[in-house]
């Protein structure tokens, strides 16, 4: 017999069986919690490759049309002799981007040297673009009435005294119209994307759209944090119109050329975000560090 701490006594079987029914009990809450937590498991994985499976159609669909536009203008190059070095050039810009967009897709990895040369392949394509239209080299992104990145332009004028054209002339990639200060190419731009991808992630309120500290200071983090584009990333807004970005180890060189995903990703952002054209210049670059400056305006379609 033995005797409990409340006093009262009991025979060791039934202690035996006290202490065997809790032990039982035990293991089946704890099985329990197994059971629930293979399940919380099992869904936890299937929203993600849900949420997965819908950015890569959201990736591959702009891919596909970036391609189609590709293939499009290099087949239209052989039936207009007098233009067919500038489709040429067009179609392996938007094939090279095609490519570049279909394979960056989220849950795929592509190493930093393989990005590297598609997007100097494309550098390579917009050199030539620049050069056979005579284009002045400078980039404004320029947002449009929805203000999404996918509607945000890369406007590529054709002089240095610009002027950006209407919202409806920045449908055609050829921007020709009666002033010629408002002639140029347009084009979808690299950081396009990425930024679509950062909204998903990142909630933009007014409050933090109205500061263009807070817009810098989230865009670099994407950078380094979310898409590991750069090692550290440091932004400085001199004024209300003006900031200076230093990049510190990019993933893709700083060659002679335009709409650099890092640059590309600012520009989209400021433009999309504050509704506002962007210029991005660089001040200075070495191999994988660059600093750049990004300068916007009031949205009057008009340089400043």
Not at 78 to 97: C, D, K, M
Not at 258 to 282: E, K, M, N, Q
Request: aromatic share 8%; hydrophobic share 35%; glycine share 6%.
């Amino acid at each position: 017999m033995s005797t409990n701490d409340t006093g009262a006594v009991g025979t060791d079987d039934e202690l035996g069986s006290t202490a065997t029914d809790q032990e039982t009990t035990d293991e089946e809450s704890i099985a329990e919690l197994y059971g629930k937590l293979e399940i919380l498991q099992a869904e936890n994985q299937r929203l993600r490759e849900e949420y997965t499976r819908s950015q890569q159609t959201n990736y591959r669909r702009t891919a596909f049309g970036l391609l189609t536009v590709g293939v499009i203008a290099v087949a239209g190059s052989f039936a207009v002799a007098t233009a067919q070095q500038v489709l040429i050039a067009l179609g392996g810009t938007a094939i090279t981007a095609g490519v570049l967009t279909y394979y960056l897709t989220p849950a795929d990895f592509v190493t930093t040297t393989t990005g590297d040369a598609l997007y100097r392949t494309q550098q390579t394509n917009y050199t030539e673009l620049i050069s056979a239209l005579d284009l002045a080299g400078t980039e404004i992104y320029v947002p449009r009435e929805e203000r999404t990145p996918s509607d945000t332009r890369l406007f590529l004028p054709q002089h240095q005294d610009y002027t950006l054209p209407e919202d409806a002339d920045l449908d055609e990639m050829f921007v020709v119209t009666d002033d010629p200060s408002q002639r140029g190419v347009a084009l979808y731009p690299t950081g396009a994307a990425l930024f679509e991808e950062l909204q998903t992630a990142v909630d933009l309120t007014p409050s933090e759209t109205n500061s263009p500290e807070q817009l810098f200071t989230q865009l670099a983090d994407a950078l380094v944090e979310q898409f590991e584009i750069a090692d550290r990333i440091v932004t400085s807004v001199e004024d209300d119109h003006h900031s200076v970005i230093a990049v510190t180890d990019s993933s893709y060189q700083y060659v002679d050329g335009i709409d650099h995903p890092i640059a590309s990703f600012f520009g989209v952002g400021i433009a999309t975000t504050l509704g506002t054209p962007a210029r991005i210049t660089v001040y200075d670059a070495d191999g994988t560090d660059v600093i750049l400056e990004c300068r916007w305006d009031n949205p009057d379609n008009s340089k400043q």
